[in-house]
């Protein structure tokens, strides 16, 4: 599939918000994170989702725009996806550093970029990112990562992938409102784990106003940035640009969290970050 440019013929301003909005999902995950004791990982979960879906319903009131059947599947298998990516992230968060978390639930936005590339360059800088990723993760040292937490993210990125794949129909399908409608469904999934979980700590006005940060941080403005990306590039770009994340990860929760990685990790976050700007590069050029 080519990348499609957006007004300018480039791919700058899709780049550009895939950027920014890791950098603000990675800060609000860091955040999100230090909540934990109070409500737990569903509870965090729950108020970020649904505060995420209030605010972009109000913002892009996605009911003016009529669906079709066809439509309305489109962004309800999107919004699944991405409540379940959620959920399962913030579970596996209770038992592994953001980092390392991150790096594992890659393995779904990296295999969609495996599948969607035929060329060879692509496939080197993919192989650069894997060699990163295989460094970010303590292979050699199973005990320094709990079995459970590592196939929570793994079963996140599951998600991830297929929030990724879906993402551009429900796009075509709903407009800008389909993140907002997305948001919705992702809330409706993911509220009964967080009620069950966390009761009625959820409405502890402190809670709550945290809750609310979370969601801008970490649901509202980055997956807004990411629609209007998936809409301008295609699959395969947009999977090798997000390995990013696991850097991004690893330096917000350095002052956030107190999780320092270690040298081999920092180097691994070379190698994964010289991966995505050498393929996002590269792409810019080719659509010029």
Known sequence: MPARPGPDGGTLWPVAAVLAAMVSIQTGAAFAKGLFPAIGAAGVSTLRVGFAALILLALWRPWRRRLTGRAIGAVALYGAALGLMNLLFYLSLRTLPLGIAVAIEFTGPLAVALWGSRRPADLAWIGLAVAGLALLLPLGDAASV??????????????????????????????????????AVAALVVAPFGIASAGADLLVPATLLAGLAVALLSSALPYSLEMFALTRMDRAAFGVLMSLEPALAALAAVPLLGEVPSPLQGFAIICVSAASVGMSARRAKRTR
């Open 146 to 183: 709990d079995p459970a937490g590592a196939a929570l993210a793994l079963a996140a990125g599951g998600c991830w992938a297929l929030y990724i794949v879906f993402g551009p129909a429900a796009g075509r399908a709903g407009g800008a409102g389909a993140v907002a409608l997305g948001m």
